[in-house]
């Protein structure tokens, strides 16, 4: 298996402009996370899925920020508009049974807004 | 928000010698898990010890948890080089994972 593939890898964008990022699970994995990365707020949950329905959106910092799992093999996570304070290394995860087991991370995507 | 908090912040090690870590948190958990991240990478899940379970070993790693103390510490036996890393543990209370901020550790050759 490929293991979660995320993508892009880097993304450098100016403010006010719309970022979307990718996520494709393990094939067989009901849960899905987004985590975003910062120095100064470390590992943060931003929502989580089950069998592809939004289970918890709680730490979504604003309206600007949406996700979608239209299907069990996608996910996009989208900021609009994008502002430098959202530069991160956003991180998508999948596992079978939630956080009851293992969760496999992708490797990220690294967001600058400038 | 984080659960889990893990100290030291740093750690730097002499190859061949032991790595522990602890972390301590604040409220009733189902299960506790440690990660390792490579810098600019993903995180990779190491080992998962449940609420009921006191200790768990996986190869060099070992974990032990004290429910009545809420912690709960990884020792890395004969670190190499290779095991340079930021390690974090998570604490899982009903479906959510929450990572504490990680101890840096570096191993010197």
């Known amino acids: 298996d490929a293991g979660v593939i995320q993508s892009p890898r880097h993304e450098v964008t100016e403010m006010g402009q719309e970022v979307t990022l990718r996520c494709k699970p393990i094939?067989?994995?009901?849960?899905l996370f987004w985590y975003r990365q910062t120095m100064m707020r470390g590992l943060e949950l931003l929502i989580y899925?089950?069998?592809?329905?939004?289970?918890?959106d709680s730490g979504m910092p604003e309206d600007r920020f949406s996700a979608k799992m239209p299907n069990a093999s996608f996910s996009t996570l989208k900021i609009q508009p994008s502002e430098p304070r959202d530069s991160a290394v956003y991180f998508c995860?999948?596992?079978?049974?939630?956080?009851?087991?293992?969760?496999?991370f992708g490797e990220g995507s690294r967001l600058t807004v400038l | 928000s984080q659960q889990g908090e893990e100290d030291p912040q740093a750690l730097s090690i002499q190859e061949g010698e032991n790595a522990t870590m602890n972390c301590s948190y604040k409220t009733s958990i189902n299960n506790l898990q440690w990660y390792r991240q490579n810098s600019g990478r993903g995180l990779v899940h190491l080992i998962l010890i449940r609420s009921n379970e006191r200790e768990k070993h996986s190869g060099r790693l070992r974990v032990t948890l004290d429910t009545s103390k809420k912690s709960s510490s990884l020792l890395i036996t004969a670190s190499r080089a290779a095991d340079t890393a930021s390690y974090f543990c998570a604490t899982d209370t009903d479906y959510k994972l929450s990572f504490g901020a990680g101890t840096t550790v570096t191993v010197r050759a």
């Open positions: 094939s067989g994995h009901n849960s």
């Open positions: 995860a999948s596992s079978f049974g939630g956080s009851a087991g293992e969760l496999f």
């Open positions: 899925f089950n069998n592809n329905v939004p289970i918890d």
